[in-house]
């Protein structure tokens, strides 16, 4: 008889957590939240403003059947655990599965565990707890937040400029990129020259003269100092120094998208999906077991129960010389410790022990999580750096060049990073050495590089804006509405982006700032610590945000529709260049009273003549084509020009001969033989004569 209920959030982890628990478990799924805030009330905010802003819920409609089912479940029940994520969001959803399902009177528990495995969740039903109504008010106060500046704001700038959106972590990111791109258009290059000197096996940069750092803006000023130089160079001093270098820490939400990004090749959202497949369970044959922890984290720490049997792993595969420790790393702000880093759950689920059960890119992402983590764990490389110093009168010279003397760490992660080793030749200190050459070179100064996904992620995370498992959606957000496009990897604000920050700029400069957006996060903390008190944040924001909104309604200027420069053939009236979901289209500017659009003229497909006239209708020619759509888009066909009078169609080049069995053409089937184009009515294939006279 199953009597306690369990519900988490994904349908995948359901299935695996139930393998864990006894017979009298059932274990559903709400698939992710169940409710969300109405479009009810004033503006369609879903809140009694006039009532402290009380949010009003409704049932998200593709749910309705799940909360049925979640509802019937509870029929026979005794006890309910609520297991969905342990985050804030997570806590939401638990607190409106309650609420919904009207479980007050029932003995219910929160249970929330880091990492699906058998002990993990085991440990987690054995020390239930109630649901933290702080992270709820949290998780509440940035969804009223979002509906307010996102409603708002997209309505305003829908009807304005034709924007699609806006939102306060969206819009701050976006006026990232803008305003990138705008010092990149400001930007003035700056000429600058080195020089260098070419000895046997080695070259020294210039890096000083007249014991200051070497400026030189121009060639004449280079010239200048090239004459200034003796023959021969002396070697003032030689100095080789160690140092180490540590591992990395473990990985984080923004670093493990920061590096998957760099290192695989891997959209932040392909990360994400990919991390929490792992997370919530890959069938291994003998038991279903999440490979790694929950995937959304500040955090770098990891527990001492991975850490012992990790080190004794490292003990086994390396030796003692190269097992170091946990790394402790200096607390940032903003940063929520809730849960460990993103680490393996088993130390001995290594990579190739599982690689058959994953697909490609889960093993390479399971791969490199892994192999961060146990790194963290190693000792430092030591990198032995040798600086050759040379003068000559006043000019001062530098080579350098460094040799791994230790591995360490890179022992188990040097794939991933790059050592730029080299060698100096042995000299003596006070001996001199004539170079076989000493050249100038021109240069100018770079502007600042336009953001790759990494980057932007990085830079997000610096300044505090959103939380790291909002980045992935963010940048997808930005694609879909066209803010940006992407452009050999980088982000490049569009002309709409622009006009968009441009115009928020404008009117709600301070909302759109990345310093509001960070501190909204901070007092979003704040909220989760029950240091702040939700109505009075909201009630705040709401009266200085309200009166912004009115006055860009008042006085932002609408953006008139560009003129084609042609009247509507029907009223008479300028038609306009419009926009919808489809592309671009040529409308009446009189809509709607008139609806007219213009039908858009498709360009006939180039065609190259074979030279084959066609044998169905006996008065075209078989041309050859580029099929535009369907499966075969991009691919070579061959068809009639009397098209659509014969619609002869052949997916072979015709060789100009007939058919000796039934008349139509043979063509090239593309594997060094020729068939007949009716292949399936008569299957005549190159040869067959030939094999039927043999035969006789």
Request: glycine share 6%; proline share 4%.
């Amino acid at each position: 008889m199953k009597t306690k209920l369990v519900i988490v959030e994904s349908p995948s982890k359901s299935k695996t957590i139930e393998q864990y628990l006894g017979e009298e478990y059932i274990v559903l799924s709400s698939k992710g939240h169940i409710r969300d805030l109405s479009i009810s009330g004033v503006g369609g905010l879903g809140l009694d403003i006039e009532n402290d802003f009380t949010p009003k819920y409704e049932i998200i409609k593709e749910k309705k059947k799940v909360v049925k089912e979640l509802k019937d479940a509870l029929d026979g029940v005794l006890e309910i655990y609520l297991a969905t994520d342990p985050d804030r969001e997570g806590e939401a959803i638990s607190w409106h599965l309650k609420e919904v399902l009207k479980i007050n009177g029932r003995p219910y528990k929160r249970v929330i565990f880091n990492e699906i495995t058998k002990s993990a969740v085991i440990k987690a039903f054995e020390d239930p707890r109630d649901i933290d109504l702080d992270l709820v008010s949290s998780q509440e106060t940035r969804r009223i937040l979002d509906r307010i500046i996102g409603f708002k704001l997209s309505k305003l700038l829908q009807n304005k400029i034709k924007s699609k959106s806006a939102g306060r972590v969206q819009s701050a990111t976006l006026k990232i990129i803008v305003d990138r791109e705008k010092e990149i258009e400001a930007f003035k290059e700056d000429e600058f020259w080195k020089v260098k000197a070419e000895f046997p096996g080695f070259t020294a940069d210039l890096v000083k003269f007249n014991n200051k750092n070497v400026v030189l803006k121009n060639e004449q000023e280079t010239d200048d100092l090239l004459k200034t130089l003796d023959k021969e160079f002396l070697v003032s001093s030689i100095d080789t120094k160690n140092r180490n270098r540590d591992a990395k820490l473990p990985f984080t939400t923004s670093s493990l998208q920061q590096e998957a990004s760099m290192k695989l090749n891997f959209s932040s959202r392909k990360t994400m999906l990919i991390a929490q497949k792992l997370y919530e369970g890959i069938d291994l044959e003998s038991e279903t077991v999440g490979l790694i922890t929950y995937m959304r984290t500040d955090s770098t720490r990891i527990s001492n129960t991975f850490v012992a049997p990790a080190i004794k792993y490292l003990n086994n595969l390396f030796g003692a010389d190269y097992v170091g420790k946990a790394k402790v790393a200096k607390k940032k702000p903003n940063v929520q410790d809730a849960h460990e880093a993103v680490r393996p759950t088993n130390v001995f689920n290594t990579p190739s022990k599982v690689k058959r059960f994953l697909t490609k890119d889960e093993y390479n992402l399971y791969k490199f999580i892994f192999e961060r983590t146990l790194a963290s764990l190693m000792k430092p490389a030591v990198i032995s750096t040798k600086t050759i110093e040379l003068t000559n009168n006043k000019s001062v010279f530098k080579a350098s060049a460094q040799d791994l003397v230790f591995d360490g760490y890179l022992k188990m992660y040097g794939k991933y990073e790059k050592l730029d080793l080299s060698e100096l030749p042995n000299l003596d200190e006070k001996s001199t050495i004539v170079p076989t050459e000493v050249h100038k070179t021109q240069h100018f100064t770079k502007p600042p590089a336009r953001f790759s996904e990494a980057r932007l992620i990085k830079e997000m995370e610096d300044l505090g804006i959103g939380r790291p498992s909002t980045y992935s959606q963010t940048i997808t957000t930005l694609k879909t509405r066209k803010y940006v496009s992407v452009k050999e990897k980088k982000f490049t604000p569009t002309e709409q982006g622009t006009l968009t920050i441009e115009k928020l700029d404008e009117f709600f400069g301070q909302i759109i700032s990345v310093d509001y957006t960070a501190r909204m996060e901070k007092v979003l903390d704040e909220i989760s610590l029950g240091e702040q008190e939700q109505f009075e944040i909201i009630s705040k924001f709401y009266k200085s945000f309200i009166p912004m909104v009115d006055n860009a309604n008042k006085n932002m200027d609408k953006v008139q529709p560009k003129f084609t420069g042609e009247d509507c053939p029907k009223c008479g009236s300028p038609m306009v260049f419009r926009t919808s979901r489809y592309g671009s289209f040529e409308a009446c500017s009189n809509y709607p009273t008139c609806k007219h659009i213009k039908a858009k003229e498709f360009e006939k497909p180039k065609t190259v003549s074979t030279g084959v006239k066609c044998t169905k209708c006996g008065k075209g020619e078989i041309v050859e084509r580029l099929a535009k759509s369907g499966r075969n888009k991009g691919k070579t066909f061959y068809a009639c020009d009397n098209f659509p009078s014969c619609k002869n169609m052949l997916f072979g080049k015709p060789t100009g001969e007939k058919c000796p069995n039934c008349g139509s053409l043979l063509i090239d089937d593309n594997k060094g033989g020729v068939i007949c184009q009716e292949t399936k009515k008569c299957g005549y294939k190159q040869g067959d004569k030939i094999e039927k006279n043999d035969a006789m």
